[in-house]
Antibody, heavy 122, light 107 residues
Framework: EGQVVESGGGLVQPGGSLRLSCAAS????????MYWVRQAPGKGLEWVSG????????EYADSVRGRFTVSRDNAKNSLYLQLNSLRPEDTAFYYC????????????????WGQGTLVTVS | EIVMTQSPATLSVSPGQRATLSCRAS??????LAWYQQKPGQTPRLLIY???TRATGIPARFSGSGSGTEFTLTISDLQSEDFAIYYC?????????FGGGTKVDIK
């Protein structure tokens, strides 16, 4: 089923920016929609963004729309999330997750999860 | 936005007993409902998709049922490794949404 590994988290001041990356292996990355899901420490899960296999469909939660940008590089088997205008409430573990279906536009469930990368806004 | 409501928030169950977790959607989601398990300090793990299909490697003691707006995750013969938080998630419409979770702990 493959593996995804996130990186890029860290401590940033309010109003700052970060770029998260997700490296995929063990599956044909270019064929699958991908997602970002976050979880504030001790809280529940929140879907953040999704991108279709060909980047034609980009979706965002209202809480991040206009501040976060999802993208992918299929040649590098990588998913990205650009986080701008960060707020303290964006503090969370950010997980990269894989859609189950090939050539999906997204709007699926999360078949495979990474270990997450922690973003702290303070 | 489709709001997912899970109940109860906490469920205390003895090992070997059955746990029944509920998930309600504020709008019709057909069978586009998944369940995840998360243990402390671990990543969420897919248990069930399409309401009732177990993911690869998930034991048969986990079963899902329901349709439309009312869904249930049943864990029969609870094992020690099943004590965790369980989340439901709808994927019938954007934005994708999760329930608040049900914590299953040891009675």
């Amino acid at each position: 089923e493959g593996q995804v590994v996130e990186s890029g988290g860290g401590l940033v001041q309010p109003g700052g920016s970060l770029r998260l990356s997700c490296a995929a292996s063990g599956f044909t990355f270019k064929e699958y929609a991908m997602y970002w899901v976050r979880q504030a420490p001790g809280k529940g899960l929140e879907w953040v963004s999704g991108i279709s296999w060909n980047s034609a469909v980009l979706e965002y939660a209202d809480s991040v729309r206009g501040r976060f940008t999802v993208s992918r590089d299929n040649a590098k088997n990588s998913l990205y999330l650009q986080l701008n205008s960060l707020r303290p409430e964006d503090t969370a573990f950010y997980y990269c997750a894989k859609d189950p279906w090939q050539y999906s536009t997204g709007r699926g469930y999360f078949q495979q999860w990474g270990q997450g990368t922690l973003v702290t806004v303070s | 936005e489709i709001v997912m409501t899970q109940s109860p928030a906490t469920l205390s169950v003895s090992p070997g007993q059955r746990a029944t977790l509920s998930c309600r959607a504020s709008q019709f989601v057909r069978s586009n409902l998944a369940w995840y398990q998360q243990k402390p300090g671990q990543t969420p793990r897919l248990l069930i998709y399409s309401t009732s299909t177990r993911a690869t490697g998930i034991p048969a003691r986990f079963s899902g049922s329901g349709s439309g707006t009312e869904f249930t995750l049943t864990i029969s013969d609870l094992q020690s490794e099943d004590f965790a938080i369980y989340y439901c998630q709808q994927y019938n419409a954007w934005p994708l949404t999760f329930g608040g979770g049900t914590k299953v702990d040891i009675k």
